[in-house]
């Protein structure tokens, strides 16, 4: 069985500071691992993945992850937060279908 | 860019009722999936389709929900009896290979009164 972690409901952060989201997973065999986000009222929207390879992933609108074999952790990373990041973000696993964290909230302070 | 759709964006039903989601996932993709998502809580899986047929499903997806791929472009989700806790937000994703990531619809939201 496959499942992931968020262990943050939410997360603050000003304007301009870096911006993590912390996500670890357990998985049998090698992790598919992605992330999303939801704005409100909308579908999830691919950020990025990690299948094999580099353990730092640069997905879209300036996000990166790092894969963290020894830690079992996927953490999402922004070096600058924008006031247009807030939003849900989720960790998923995939072993055929996804399975999805619980979601963590970013807030961005102007 | 193609994308994933989904008919009717919000949906509202009485109790009992048959409600059916549309879906058009995107034209080279060959996995099909339905989730679903309470107020408040997480994505969770319902089911896979691939090769005309079912090739997962959760244990939320009872004999009252079916799936189809009546012709070469829609999904279906069909739930036969509604109950006030299939109120949800439902989303279709569909993806080209087995290891890439999946896209997402945006969603249906039903509401069983």
């Known amino acids: 069985a496959q499942s992931v972690a968020q262990p943050e409901d939410q997360v603050n952060v000003a304007e301009g500071n870096p911006l993590t989201v912390k996500c670890t997973y357990s998985v049998s065999g090698n992790p598919y691992l992605f992330w999303y986000v939801q704005y409100p009222n909308r579908g999830l929207q691919f950020l990025l993945k990690?299948?094999?390879?580099?353990?730092l992933v640069k997905g879209s609108y300036g996000f990166e992850a790092e894969f963290n074999k020894s830690q079992t952790s996927f953490h999402l990373k922004k070096p600058s937060a924008l006031v247009s990041d807030s939003a849900l973000y989720f960790c998923a696993a995939n072993d055929y279908k996804l399975s999805f964290g619980a979601g963590t909230t970013v807030t961005v302070r102007a | 860019e193609p994308e994933v759709t989904q008919t009717p964006s919000h949906q509202v039903t009485q109790m009992g009722q048959e409600v059916i989601l549309r879906c058009v996932p995107i034209?080279?993709?060959?996995?099909f999936y339905w989730y679903r998502q309470i107020l408040g809580q997480k994505v969770e899986f319902l089911v896979s389709f691939y090769n005309n047929e079912i090739s997962e499903k959760s244990e939320i997806f009872d004999d009252q929900f079916s799936v189809e791929r009546p012709d070469g472009s829609n999904f279906t989700l069909k739930i036969r009896s509604t109950k006030l806790e299939d109120s949800a937000m439902y989303f279709c994703?569909?993806?080209?290979?087995?290891?890439?990531?999946?896209?997402f619809g945006p969603g249906t939201r039903l509401t069983v009164l």
């Open positions: 990690y299948i094999t390879g580099d353990n």
């Open positions: 994703a569909s993806r080209a290979g087995t290891s890439g990531e999946q896209f």
């Open positions: 034209s080279n993709h060959l996995y």
